[in-house]
Structures are given as C-alpha cells and as structure tokens.
C-alpha cells in the first residue's frame, strides 16, 4: 500500500551502504580519467591558457585558409578538453552529493565553459558573414580543413536564419530574459502551490503534492484515487489564468523568433535544429488519429480488468495486474543482457562484456549518492553508466536501457572525429529502446509464468499508450496552441482549458468518462513551457518498433544496419542515420508498425488472461 511504499523508500535511504564497504568491481573505475588529481589541474590550466589563445585569433579568423582552420581546430580542441574535464568533475560529484570540494570541482569546470563562451562567440559569426563558396575555396588551398566540412556545413544550414551583426547583438542582449517560462513554472508548481492533505488507503491523513500524486492515482482505492485527482486538479484551476499566461508568453516568445529568424513557424523553427521536415510531425499525429481505435480497445480492455461501470479519468493510471516482484541480482541481470544482446553480434557482446569487466558501470545505490540512472562520459573517457540496482525487473530494465545508450555512444566516438562524434538528440532514446524493447520479448519468450507474462504485456501496452499516444496528443495540443499564437490569437485559459479537454475526449473516445478536472492538466505538464520536445518521444519508439521487428525477424542485414546507425554520430542527419537502420520517419508506415505492435500486444495480453 502507498504508505507501506514510503516507508519502505524512507527506510532504503536511512540504510544506505557506505561506499568503501562495495566490492571495487561494482564501482566506477574514474582513474581511467585522471589518475591523479594534478592531472585534473594540468588540463584545466591547459583550457584557461588555449581559450587566452583562441581569443587573440577574432580579428585574423578570417584572413586566410590557415587562420581559419586554426581558429576552428583551437575551438574544438578546447570543447573536447572541456568534455573530459566536466565528466571527470560531475561524475566524482555524483558518488557523493554531499562532496563540497567535488562540488566545488564542478563548479569551476563550469566557470571555464562560461568563459569560453563568451571568448568564442565571434567564431560562428564570422563564419556565416562569408558565403559558403569561400569556405570551398580554403578547403582547396588549405586541405586538412575539410576535418570540419560537416560541422560547417551545419553552422551554414543557419545563415537565411541569421540576422545582421547589430541586429544579432540587439537580440543577444534579450538572453536573459527569453526562455525563462519553464523556470517559473517550476517555481510556482513546486514552492509556490499547495494542495492540502487526503486520506490514503489505511485513512490517515497525507500531504499531497506533484510528486506524491503519481503515487495516490495508482491506488487500488477508488476513494483514494478520486480524491487526489479532485484535489490536485481543483488547486490548478484556481491558477488557470497564471498558467495560461506563462504558456501564452511561452508560445509568443517562440513565435515572435521565429518571425524574426524567418522561419515559416516557431514549431519549423524547433525541428530545423534536428533538421527533420514539418512532414515527420503532422504524419505522427495523423496516423495516430488513424489508429485511435486501438488505443479505445486498450482502455476498454482495462475497464473489463478493474471490473469497473465506468472508467474515469482518474482510474487509468491503476495497475491491471499484482506487483510481479520476482529478484534478479546484479549477476543474473548481466547473465540475462549478454543474452538478449547476442542478437547484435560479438563486437558489440566483447564491448558489453567490456562494460562489466572495466568498470564502466557504478552499480549500487550508496550514501548520498545521485538517485535515478544514466549513461554519460566524453570522447576521451568511458561512456559510464550510473545505476542505482536493487535486484528488481525495472532495475535490470534500465541496465539494459542504458548499455543502449553507452554502446550508442562508443560506437559513434569510435567511428568518428571528435567533431561528428555525438549523435542528435532527436535520435537519442532510439538505441536505449531497442534493447528495452528486446529484453521484454525475450523475458516473454522464455517464462513459464503467467503472471511475469502479464506484468511485461502490461509493461509495454503501458509504454505505447504512454509514449506514442499520450505523447502524440501532447505534441497536437502545442501545434494547435502555436498556430493560434502565429496568427496572433489569445491564449486564455479557457480557450486552452477548451482545447486540452477536447482532445482528451478524442484520445480517451466514449468508454471513457472524461472528467471535467481534466481540462486542467495541461497546466502541469512541464514540455509546455520550453520548445516541442515530446513529439520526439512517440518518433524515437516508433523507430526503436520498426528496428527490432527488423532484428527478431531476422531479416538480412537487419544487424549490421543497425550497427551502421550507431556508428554515424552527427557525419549524418537524424533521419539520414535512421535510414540506415531501415528506418524512414518521412513514411507514415513507421508509425503504423508501431501502433500495429500496440495492438498485437492488447492481442496477446488477452490471450494470456
């Protein structure tokens, strides 16, 4: 039960192990950065004297092929300094929070970047006060420089964007107020508002807040579920015209950009630096609209389960099946990976192998150490993962989830230049899902247990539902909302309380009882107040779809495709990187992969009741 719950995550933190008592094999091996802390010292006194360096080059950048090529090189080769630096910096921090010379280490890797900004910020300017041509003719006079033929070629996709010099400096100058939406929405959401005390399942008396509510909309109490989506929901709507306005001046200010940048749309403004054509977005949402229908029979399916004459808004967050609370330790865990990614081949099996035998991995939860899970790391170091494992399936989910993402990035630094090395955000979550993906098929594949069936089948009709769908209807409420703010319309509450709720009826069809609270919701989801991000979450798992039933159906060079994409790094674009994995997020067949694997998924979550 809820309380049970908290107590239970109180008591984890209350008895944490302390660090030195781990066996070395489970930790970060962070020598492999800087073995001594002098080392640490060496470089950073080597960034401060190359950024003194780099500044003496603005007024000569542009004199020549030779000039130019070194102004880029110094650039790059502080940038990728820097990387090793802030790795090296945040992960040391991240073993320890309550560190303050770990702290203090980070901050003044921080203090470096800003001043290498601020030292820098001719170089792009330059840049693109040329045409491209002369860029061309120094390629031929000065050879070597065409190491960077991509990256400038990425900073030249900007120039009809790029304004004069004063008008530039003029917009520069607003910096420091644009953007600042979201920190005030965090602000207010979580300092600022207030939502009372409920009774949970035992009947005591409870706090609610933002991050307690995930855990009360869960409850196997109805009662207890009604109360906090009443509640939580009820206190938004005391602050709509708050919200709508931070939202409005949101939208306004990507619109007003936008116009100004001479871009067609702020949302065409925000794909351009994926380059991904507006086609991607509108086919994502159109498809869905298509295939609503499969998302009605997942909701209905749940209705049945819960036994329920209605199914409100605030019942589809229930689990349909018990807590599967079957242990895997660490040991099996690894056993388990190294199974499920045999299907890309022994490279890539050596190099996870790899991960486990050289410490690229910091294992257990231990005082004061950062919660959650992550793959970082630079060119020059190992790209570390941080867990947080206690032998549950999500645990050995993530393992695998964030192998993904290192093995993304090993093989895209060691394919190529540090410059084309890091691969776009827009295809970031795509190699992380693909082994999310593939662990939960061959868990089906081989349990002999219902209830571990059912739980994964509820796993991942739970992820398509929440990624693809829910996501698709976040990004269709923003590019409603944009274009209204394009065409210079209000943005009042009740228009965007109207909007959200309508689509909500159409997302959730008529099985569903849309409650009128809901119309709030949009009021609390954090993407709204920055710049159209969650389409890429719905693309990234259609994608991850079409490459592992590429993989499992063993098709011809399904494999080796799909290493080729983890290779490209940023030589390639997003959608050009995909499409070597058999992948073409221009085709709506892509999406509809993926929303025919949420229905077959329902299929056999049936079959197995």
């Not at 003194?52 to 542009?62: A, F, G, Q, R």
């Not at 940048?261 to 949302?267: E, L, M, P, R, T």
């Not at 035998?357 to 257990?364: A, G, H, L, P, S």
């Amino acid at each position: 039960m809820v309380t049970f719950a908290i107590l239970d995550l109180m008591y984890e933190r209350m008895n944490m192990r302390e660090r030195n008592s781990l066996d070395v094999r489970y930790t970060w091996d962070l020598e492999k950065i800087y073995d001594d802390i002098s080392l640490f010292e060496k470089d950073y006194l080597k960034v401060k004297k190359l950024i003194t360096e780099l500044s003496d080059h603005e007024d000569k950048m542009m004199n020549d092929a030779e000039n130019f090529y070194e102004s880029i090189r110094l650039s790059y080769e502080i940038e990728r300094l820097l990387d090793k630096l802030s790795v090296y910096a945040s992960l040391s921090f991240d073993l320890d929070t309550s560190d303050n010379d770990k702290q203090e280490l980070s901050e003044r890797v921080n203090n470096l970047k800003s001043d290498y900004l601020k030292k820098s910020y001719f170089i792009v300017p330059n840049i693109l006060k040329c045409d491209y041509s002369v860029i061309e003719k120094y390629y031929e006079v000065f050879p070597k420089l065409k190491e960077y033929e991509i990256s400038l070629k990425n900073i030249y996709r900007y120039k009809k964007h790029t304004l004069s010099d004063s008008e530039e400096k003029v917009l520069s100058s607003f910096n420091r107020i644009l953007g600042k939406c979201y920190e005030t929405y965090e602000l207010f959401k979580d300092c600022d508002m207030s939502f009372g005390k409920i009774l949970d399942e035992d009947g005591s008396e409870v706090q609610l807040t933002n991050s307690s509510y995930s855990l009360y909309i869960e409850s196997r109490s109805r009662k207890v579920r009604k109360k906090a989506f009443d509640t939580l929901y009820g206190e938004y709507q005391k602050y709509s015209n708050t919200y709508a306005s931070l939202l409005a001046t949101n939208m306004k200010e990507l619109s007003t950009l936008a116009k100004i940048k001479k871009y067609k749309s702020a949302i065409e403004m925000s794909l351009f630096a994926d380059d991904v054509p507006m086609e991607v977005y509108d086919n994502l949402i159109s498809t869905v609209h298509k295939n609503i229908e499969f998302l009605y029979d997942y909701y209905r399916l749940k209705k049945d389960i819960l036994g329920l004459k209605e199914l409100h808004m605030y019942d589809i967050y229930v689990p349909i099946v018990d807590n599967f609370d079957k242990k895997y330790d660490y040991e099996e865990a690894k056993d388990i990976v190294i199974k499920v990614l045999s299907i890309f081949g022994d490279e890539y099996v050596e190099k996870v192998k790899e991960a486990f035998e050289n410490r690229w991995i910091d294992v257990y939860p231990t005082k004061n150490k950062r919660t959650g899970g992550y793959s970082g790391g630079s060119y020059d170091t190992y790209p570390y993962i941080l867990l947080n494992y206690q032998d549950k399936y999500s645990d050995m989910s993530t393992l695998i989830h964030e192998i993904g993402h290192s093995m993304h990035s090993y093989y895209s630094r060691w394919n190529n230049s540090y410059q084309n090395s890091e691969y776009r955000i827009f295809v970031a979550e795509v190699a992380s899902t693909v082994n999310e993906l593939l662990l939960s098929y061959y868990m089906l594949d081989n349990s002999d247990c219902k209830e571990q069936k059912l739980s994964i089948l509820n796993g991942l009709m739970e992820l398509y539902k929440a990624t693809i769908y829910r996501q698709t209807m976040f990004a269709e409420f923003e590019k409603i909302i944009s274009d209204k703010c394009d065409k210079d319309e209000p943005l009042t509450a009740s228009k965007l309380s109207s909007i959200y709720y309508d689509l909500n009826k159409f997302y959730f069809g008529a099985d569903v009882v849309v409650d009128d609270n809901i119309r709030y919701e949009w009021e609390k989801v954090p993407h709204f107040y920055y710049n159209f991000y969650v389409y890429k979450y719905a693309t990234g798992l259609s994608a991850a779809t079409s490459i592992v039933k590429r993989l499992l159906s063993k098709e011809k060079g399904a494999t080796e495709n799909y290493i080729e994409f983890l290779k490209c790094g940023s030589s390639k674009s997003p959608l050009d990187s995909l499409k070597l994995a058999g992948v073409d997020l221009r085709d709506s067949q892509v999406v509809q992969d993926a929303l025919d694997e949420f229905k077959n998924i329902i299929e056999m979550y049936k079959e197995n009741i």
